[in-house]
């Protein structure tokens, strides 16, 4: 990093001082002889590098100023340390042990998801099983109340006494609890929720039953964001 000098900054000021003094005596020319174009041109571009030397002499100095307050809390920062020991100490105790319930939170919820992946891949596995057997004996999707279809694009559809069950991305269930979650815990107005909305409805559409059978999180009050008001005419 470059250190500033008082005496640099004194230097920056003296020279756009002299060359202010400059650009004076070139306006004073230009009175006494308003028609020189000569004239004209000179005070144009005197008053230019005046103001180009003082906007430099400027943030020379304004530099220098932020120079000398980061150097006198340098000099200050072991005494201020001192006086906040007891709330730095604090903090530290507080942060490690909220990072340690975090981290754990993040396992736990791994583990969770784990699991429901791992359930939807058995779930996908049981259907498709289910449907080559059931299409296998001459029962198809349509005929009854049971039998198994497999689509020309490869998707299985199976009944079982009349109720259907059909096939679910393991993915998207996790996409579905976690919109639920953010929504639930976070607020309904956090951009994650509109951003998982496609997935969670389509969940939905496929399996009402986790929106049936799954209890909701519990849900925290939000505070309503803040909204335009039109001015009232009159």
Known sequence: MIRISDEQVAQAEARAAQQEQVRDDAARALEGDPLSELKALKHTEETRRAAQLRASARELCEA???QVEEEMRRVSRPELEKAAAGEIRLAEQEMRARRKALTEAAVAAQAALVALVDAGVSYNEGLTAHVRVLAKA??????????GTRSILNVDRLKVK????????????????????VEA??????????GLEWTWRSVNASHP????????????????????????AG
Do not use: C, I, N, T
């Not at 815990?185 to 509109?194: C, K």
């Not at 209890?215 to 009232?232: A, D, L, V």
């Open 162 to 181: 009349g109720q259907e069950y059909h096939p679910l991305d393991p993915g998207s269930a996790a996409v579905w609890v976690l919109r639920r979650v």
């Open 138 to 147: 001459g029962l198809e999707f349509g005929g009854g109340d049971s039998g």
């Open 209 to 232: 039953e986790f929106d049936q059978r799954v209890p909701s999180p519990p849900g925290k009050s939000f505070p309503e964001p803040p909204r335009m008001r039109m001015p009232s």
């Open 185 to 194: 815990r976070l607020s309904r107005h956090h951009p994650m929720v509109p």
């Open 64 to 66: 220098y100023g932020r």
